[in-house]
């Protein structure tokens, strides 16, 4: 686990599409260092909306993105934390009883090359580049970069809010301030970055389409 703090001067409105932006900067990272290792499992790393990293269906790393106001001044404080698994992704998957996976694991036989610190440095450098993107023209330069990563595309997903399914459709990729698409049979309508779970559903397959 590591966090990282920035200062930039973004509007308060726009801020909400950064965690997903920061996500998007993080994933590629990794991706950059599995393509470095062992490039036929780069692609198999992916992004659940809004920030959680993925290799194929299991999680392997979470984001949590906090800001505050600068005193006297128009900007932002913002400290983006992650928190990825080493090791330990089965034993975790069993006391969770969901999928979950480690980089040992991601990495294979290649793992015992990259220290930690590796995989902290390119993270970082990514979040600043990110941040500063963001700050110059706001989520709209991330929105193709998330359709490349994108492990909902397609899928059918329901929206959980404390415990209750408060809307379901079919994820469509996210609109210019962050926010995920969801394809209804009564159209299409943004998730708003919240106190929310987006989980896939089972009433739909990849592919799926509302019915």
């Given at each position: 686990m590591f966090s990282c703090a920035f200062n930039a001067n973004i509007p308060l409105p726009t801020l909400p599409g950064l965690s997903p932006a920061?996500?998007?900067?993080?994933?590629?990272?990794?991706?950059?260092?599995?393509?470095?290792?062992?490039?036929?499992?780069?692609?198999?790393?992916?992004?659940?909306?809004?920030?959680?990293?993925?290799?194929?269906?299991?999680?392997?790393?979470?984001?949590?993105?906090?800001?505050?106001?600068?005193?006297?001044?128009?900007?932002?404080?913002?400290?983006?934390?992650?928190?990825?698994?080493?090791?330990?992704?089965?034993?975790?998957?069993?006391?969770?009883?969901?999928?979950?996976?480690?980089?040992?694991?991601?990495?294979?036989?290649?793992?015992?090359?990259?220290?930690?610190?590796?995989?902290?440095?390119?993270?970082?450098?990514?979040?600043?580049s990110a941040v500063h993107d963001y700050a110059r023209a706001g989520y709209a330069v991330f929105q193709s970069r998330f359709d490349r990563l994108d492990v909902l595309a397609d899928t059918w997903v329901e929206v959980i809010d404390q415990g209750r399914t408060i809307q379901g459709g079919v994820a469509c990729g996210t609109d210019h301030e962050g926010r995920l698409m969801l394809a209804t049979p009564q159209g299409r309508f943004p998730v708003l970055v919240g106190d929310i779970s987006v989980r896939p559903g089972s009433g739909h397959s990849k592919g799926g389409k509302p019915s």
């Open positions: 920061l996500g998007i900067a993080a994933c590629e990272a990794l991706r950059g260092v599995l393509q470095a290792r062992a490039p036929a499992r780069a692609q198999r790393l992916a992004l659940k909306w809004p920030n959680d990293i993925q290799f194929d269906d299991a999680k392997l790393a979470g984001i949590l993105v906090e800001t505050a106001f600068q005193a006297g001044s128009h900007g932002v404080t913002i400290v983006a934390g992650i928190g990825l698994n080493l090791r330990g992704g089965q034993r975790l998957a069993q006391s969770l009883g969901r999928s979950v996976t480690d980089w040992t694991s991601v990495l294979g036989p290649e793992a015992t090359t990259l220290r930690p610190a590796d995989i902290v440095a390119a993270i970082a450098r990514a979040w600043v």
